[in-house]
């Protein structure tokens, strides 16, 4: 191509022209790498593809982990096995005993309290989908009372042995045991009215069908129990209280909340724990507790500080940041690092919204520490934070939006927390995973983006009971569902390993109970909210009653005849 | 760290200026266009194993990076339009920092009044004064269609900034 300069603008101007606008390579390629980091270590924790992401809704493992052993003894898929398999088998004895379904002398009532068992355990899966929890719950209980009644009322004139009776009352607490608790495990709202909790209701029944257990040994003899059956009995009742926490103990005292904090091992190269114990000691502050002794972790970070080999991760910054790990001598040292000072001036220099704030919160945590906020600073920082505040209708807006909340404390405008109250009761009304959620399970807490997850998550949860802390309750959030979530998600399983990854659960639960409080209720409405408790003690009752009942009458029998 | 493919390096010595004038000239501001140029090579590094081709062909390298800038910055723009705090294509000459030369003040307006294609390839090879081949490649078009765009792109400019400063004359 003929090209003739002199009628064309010199490439030196234009060189000129873009010069001060080109990056720094050096800090361009640091930013890359910080970037690549990130990305590594947040694939790590979330599963990428969307039918993974489809069935962590349902499921409670990771579908792409290689844990075999662990998501295999996870409970929920243990209970949907066991259901299929408790189906199956009730067809199977529904098939056996057709021939002899019309014994002389079975009660109706009891006929028909197996039919119930046989499928019960199947419907228990389906039902809750289709109507919710609450309600099938609260069906089945009235369901289960009314047979259980009508048997008792038909056994003495039934003519049959106390064994039978007890089998069939034992059976249908289990039953009553398996929909109330074991899918505690996967539905929340489970009881949320009640203030006693799910505990005292799985007591009664283990205490209920241990009772028709002495019963029967009582009356029936001992040939009522074999040695199989009474070492099914001991194993299952064994794993239901070791592995299942019937009683539903939590580990939500202050004083449990302060050893988690005491037994953290504080490792500032290692991303795990760090944002759940800052949350800890978080609530700890806001409930008024006193903290635990910190200076292991602030000598963890300590030695970060000095020493620039260990690699830690913002969010860990970040998390020690929020609870005041760090000393203003060590911000600047942390400043004076060519990644983090060009962070900071660009933190000054540039207008619009934070970028990757979920990460980087700590930059301006480091800004505050090392210059002086003068008004004008302040102002240019509150209108970053302005311009990053989301819409109430983005995915995890929940979650920006305590980010936000934390740096406008952090400059000291909480004035503008609170103008932005609607919008931040607007998301916590969307994301909020309410039972009439449709498909949804681990309802009551909230979610990161109601469009793709119908399921409540414990990071979305501490979000939105954070922000609750500070702008109230929306009317229309029932906090007794949201309490019944994380009490399901509190739970110990296996004491050891269940204390460690309920951490925020419990927090948040803590949060709920003693920051926030739960609104008050009538007598009236207190009586109702335990109503799962009176019809668990109410079968439990009518149990003992029919195996009695059965055994005077075959005592009665056997003196006239 | 391991590298699983491509030299990060390279790929940003050859791309960077190239990416982020892409960037700019549609729509993003200035920083954001560097920091989604940044997203562009994290994101292609990471996702290597979806990469079809040689690392050291260019072409292959380019089309790659670009249908990854192009995607991020579509998302940005959407959660921009979402959020309705910030508009779209924001106007290019509220970004710092202001040219104090007349004469480059002149030119700096002058390209803003050139047809798209001809702003992309100007911002594109000035930048970081990047081979006229590497912002071929980005683009995916040869390089003599990018050089015939930067002739006619460099034959305007001259105009308007020769009008202009007739105009100053004049005043």
């Known amino acids: 191509m003929n090209q003739d300069e002199s009628k064309m603008v010199a490439e030196d101007d234009l060189l000129d022209l873009f010069r001060p606008r080109r990056t720094d390579p050096e800090g361009f390629d640091e930013a890359v790498q910080r970037k ?16 993974q992401r489809a069935a962590a809704t349902a499921l409670p493992f990771s579908p792409s982990s290689s844990k075999g052993v662990g998501w295999i003894l996870s409970l929920p898929f243990l209970m949907l096995i066991g259901s299929v398999l408790a189906f199956t088998s009730g067809v199977r004895a529904a098939g056996r005993r057709k021939p002899t379904a019309k014994r002389p002398g079975d009660a109706k009532a009891g006929s028909a309290i197996e039919t119930l068992l046989h499928f019960g355990p199947f419907l228990i899966i389906v039902a809750p989908w289709l109507f919710g929890i609450t309600v099938t719950i609260d069906v089945l209980m009235g369901l289960l009372i009314v047979a259980m009644l009508a048997f008792t009322l038909q056994v003495r004139g039934s003519g049959m042995a106390p064994s039978e009776v007890g089998r069939i009352g034992m059976s249908l607490l289990s039953t009553a045991f398996i929909a109330c608790f074991l899918w505690s495990f996967t539905f929340g709202p489970l009881a949320a009215d009640s203030d006693i909790g799910l505990g005292a209701s799985a007591g009664v029944i283990l205490l209920g069908i241990a009772g028709s257990g002495i019963l029967l040994w009582t009356y029936g003899g001992r040939s009522v129990l074999s040695v199989a059956g009474l070492t099914m009995t001991a194993v299952w009742l064994a794993f239901i209280a070791t592995a299942l926490n019937p009683l539903g103990l939590s580990a939500t005292d202050p004083d449990d909340l302060a050893a988690d904090v005491a037994n953290f091992a504080a490792d500032p190269g290692k991303l795990s724990g760090w944002e759940d114990i800052a949350a800890t000691i978080e609530t700890l502050d806001g409930i008024g507790a006193s903290r635990p002794d910190l200076s292991r972790m602030r000598d963890a970070i300590a030695t970060a500080v000095s020493d620039r080999k260990i690699k830690v991760h913002p969010v860990v910054w970040t998390a020690a940041a929020r609870i005041g790990l760090l000393t203003d001598a060590q911000w600047r040292d942390l400043v004076s690092r060519p990644g983090n000072a060009r962070e900071v001036e660009q933190l000054i220099d540039r207008d619009g919204e934070l970028y990757m704030i979920d990460y980087d919160e700590y930059e301006v945590w480091m800004l505050c520490a090392t210059q002086e906020l003068t008004p004008a600073l302040r102002d240019h920082l509150a209108a970053r934070i302005e311009a990053t505040w989301p819409d109430p209708a983005t995915p995890r807006a929940l979650s920006e939006m305590l980010l936000c909340v934390h740096l406008f404390d952090r400059i000291g405008r ?18 909020w995973v309410a039972e009439h959620s449709g498909f949804a399970c681990s309802v009551g807490g909230f979610t990161s983006d109601p469009e793709e997850f119908a399921t409540s998550f414990e990071d979305s949860t501490w979000a939105a009971v954070s922000l609750m802390t500070r702008v109230g309750v929306p009317a229309d959030i029932d906090l007794r569902l949201v309490r019944a979530y994380l009490r399901q998600e509190s739970r110990m399983a296996l004491a050891g390993i269940g204390r460690r990854l309920t951490q925020l659960e419990r927090a948040t639960l803590v949060r709920v109970e003693r920051e926030i409080g739960l609104p008050q209720r009538t007598i009236a409405q207190r009586v109702l909210g335990e109503r799962v408790l009176i019809a668990t003690s109410l079968l439990v009752l009518l149990c003992w009653i029919s195996v009695v009942l059965a055994a005077r009458a075959q005592v009665l029998r056997s003196i006239e005849s | 760290m391991t590298p699983p493919g491509p030299d990060l390096d390279h790929w940003t010595r050859t791309f960077r200026g190239p990416l982020i004038g892409l960037l700019v000239s549609r729509g993003a501001d200035w920083g954001r266009a560097e920091e989604l140029a940044q997203d562009t090579f994290a994101e292609g590094w990471l996702s290597w194993s979806r990469f079809q081709g040689s690392p050291n062909n260019l072409k292959a390298a380019g089309a790659w990076l670009r249908g990854i800038a192009l995607r991020l910055h579509g998302a940005d723009s959407r959660r921009r339009r979402r959020r309705r705090t910030q508009e779209l294509h924001e106007d290019l000459a509220a970004d710092p920092p202001p040219p104090v030369d007349p004469r480059l003040e002149a030119l700096d307006e002058a390209i803003a009044k050139l047809p798209p294609g001809q702003q992309e390839v100007v911002r594109m090879r000035y930048l970081e004064d990047s081979p006229p081949a590497h912002v071929a490649a980005l683009l995916g078009i040869t390089k ?28």
């Open chain 1, 36 to 51: 690549i980091e990130k990305r590594q270590s947040s694939r790590e924790q979330q599963p990428t593809a969307r039918w």
């Open chain 1, 414 to 431: 909480e004035d503008l927390v609170d103008a932005h109250r609607d919008d931040i009761h607007a998301a916590m009304r969307r994301q």
């Open chain 2, 144 to 171: 003599k269609a990018v050089e015939r765009r930067l002739y006619e792109a460099r034959q305007k400019l001259r105009d308007h900034v020769n009008r202009a400063e007739r105009v100053g004359a004049a005043q």
